[in-house]
C-alpha cells in the first residue's frame, strides 16, 4: 500500500516552498496535494516525527482527512473561536495557522495527559493566540459566545487508527450519547449567526449522520451549510447520508464532516 503519511508546513515559521527544499536535500520524496501547505510523504530515509524540522515546529504530521475540519471552519483574524476536544491539537494549531497567529482560540481538553502534548505543540510551533482549558467541554460557562466552534468529537474512531479494538454497540451508542451532550453546548455557546463544524473519526453513521440529524430536528435556529466533496481534489471525499454532509473513506483516513450555522438565538 502506498504510504499515506502527510505533514502540514507550518506557515506561521516557514514557507512550503522552504520547508521542501530543506527535506528534498535530506532525500525525502514529497507530492504535492490540493493544498500548497500539505504534501505527502512519499519516501522517506528516517521518521518524519525525529527530525530537526519537527522538532522545531516547521510541520506536523497530520492526516489529509483531518485537515478538512479546520478548513471547512474557515477561521478569520477577527474571530474567537472555540476547540472543544483539541489535543493533541493537530487542528488547534491548523486553526491557528489559518488566523495567521491573531484572532482567539479557546482550545478546551478534558484530559490532563493529554493536554501536555497540545501545550508542547502550540509551543513548538510557535502559537499565540491560543488559550488552553482543562475541563470538561459539556460544562462550559454558557454565557460564554463564539464565532466559530470546532467540535472535533471524541468518537469509537476507526480501523485505520485502531485495528485490534474491536468495538461494540454500546462502545457507539455511548459515544453518540457524548457527542450529543458536547452538541448541546456548542449550539448554547455559539453567537447567532456564528458557525460550527462536526467532525468525528468514525464511520459509524450513529455517530455521525444520526447526530446530525438529531440537531437539526431538535434545533430549529441551526441550519446546515451544505458542504461540497469537489473542494477536496485527491482525497476519497463521498457525499454523507445527510445530504451536504462529507464522508472520507479509506485508503485515506475515516472522516465524518459537517457544517451547521447558528440563524437565531
Ligand atoms: C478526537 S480527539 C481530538 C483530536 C484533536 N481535535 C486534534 O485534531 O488533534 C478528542 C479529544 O476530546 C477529549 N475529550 C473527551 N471528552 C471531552 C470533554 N467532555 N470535554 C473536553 N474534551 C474532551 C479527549 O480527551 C480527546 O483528547
Redesign the pocket.
Known amino acids: 500500500m502506498e504510504n499515506l503519511q502527510f505533514i502540514r508546513v507550518n506557515t506561521l515559521k516557514i514557507s512550503p516552498e522552504e520547508l521542501k527544499k530543506r527535506l528534498e536535500e535530506k532525500n525525502v520524496v514529497l507530492e504535492d496535494t490540493f493544498l500548497n501547505y500539505v504534501f505527502r510523504v512519499k519516501i522517506s530515509p528516517f521518521s518524519m516525527g525525529a527530525t530537526p524540522e519537527y522538532l522545531s515546529g516547521l510541520y506536523f504530521l497530520q492526516s489529509i482527512s483531518?485537515i478538512i475540519p479546520s478548513i471547512v471552519l474557515n477561521p478569520t483574524k477577527d474571530d474567537k473561536v472555540l476547540?472543544?476536544?483539541?489535543?493533541?491539537?493537530?487542528?488547534?494549531t491548523h486553526l491557528s495557522q489559518l488566523m495567521e497567529n491573531e484572532g482567539c482560540i479557546v482550545a478546551?481538553?478534558?484530559?490532563k495527559n493529554?493536554l501536555k502534548s497540545l501545550r508542547s505543540n502550540i509551543n513548538r510551533m510557535g502559537i499565540k493566540n491560543i488559550i488552553m482549558l482543562n475541563?470538561?467541554?459539556?460544562n462550559l460557562n454558557k454565557n460564554l459566545k463564539f464565532d466559530k466552534i470546532l467540535l472535533?468529537?471524541?468518537?469509537t474512531g476507526n480501523e485505520i487508527k485502531d485495528s485490534d479494538r474491536v468495538k461494540t454497540k454500546r462502545d457507539i451508542l455511548f459515544c453518540a450519547k457524548?457527542q450529543v451532550e458536547?452538541f448541546r453546548t456548542a449550539i448554547e455557546v455559539l453567537s447567532e449567526g456564528g458557525q460550527l463544524v462536526y467532525s468525528t473519526?468514525s464511520p459509524e453513521i450513529e455517530e455521525d449522520e444520526e447526530i446530525i440529524s438529531y440537531i437539526l430536528k431538535t434545533y430549529k435556529n441551526m441550519e446546515l451549510i451544505e458542504l461540497n466533496k469537489e473542494d477536496f481534489p485527491g482525497i476519497n471525499v463521498i457525499d454523507g447520508e445527510i445530504k451536504g454532509t462529507l464522508k472520507v473513506i479509506p485508503p485515506n483516513e475515516p472522516f465524518f464532516i459537517a457544517k451547521l450555522k447558528k440563524i437565531t438565538k
Open positions: 483531518s476547540d472543544m476536544c483539541s489535543a493533541p491539537g493537530g487542528k488547534t478546551v481538553e478534558i484530559n493529554r475541563t470538561n467541554a459539556i472535533d468529537a471524541p468518537c457524548r458536547l473519526c
